[in-house]
């Protein structure tokens, strides 16, 4: 008989695993983690992983992100450009404060969707900038 599952209350359900393979999911980006292991609840799903593989799966979770922060900003710079846009007047369009597109291109900040959105429509109608800096 297992422990009992912390998230359910489940009395005895979580159960031994060893060598799965999960999917660690960020915004459209996945990656898979195989030889994970620990206890997961039967009548719930709820994983709970050995520090060993509660590492890895974080670890791959973190690489995740920072790939996705890279990428948005290389997106990003190069819209910016393409409009001739400075980085402050990104900003000033953006209303993330004047160093938020520096913050964005560099990968330190994940801008909100939002931001992202309006530079992707722009990117593909950028005589709507005009309209957009006359508001
Ligand atoms: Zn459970």
Redo the contacts with the bound molecule.
């Keep these: 008989m297992g422990a009992n ?1 912390i ?4 009395v005895g ?1 979580m159960a031994r695993f060893e060598n799965a393979t999960y999917q660690v999911n960020f915004r459209d980006l996945k990656t898979d983690v195989g030889g994970l292991s620990g206890f997961r ?1 039967g ?4 994983i709970e992983f050995d520090a060993d593989s509660a590492e890895r799966y974080a670890a791959a979770g973190d690489s995740l992100v920072l790939q996705a922060r890279r990428e948005v900003g290389e997106e990003l710079r190069r819209i910016r450009k393409k409009l001739g846009l400075n980085q402050a007047e990104a900003s000033a369009l953006t209303g993330g404060g004047h160093n938020a597109f520096s913050r964005y291109e560099t990968g330190k900040v994940v801008p909100a969707p939002a931001v992202i959105n309006l530079f992707r429509l722009l990117d593909r109608h950028p005589d709507e900038l005009r309209s957009l800096k006359r508001a």
Aim: contains cysteine; charged residues 10%.
């Design positions: 599952c998230s359910c209350g489940s359900t609840c009548t719930c799903g709820e």
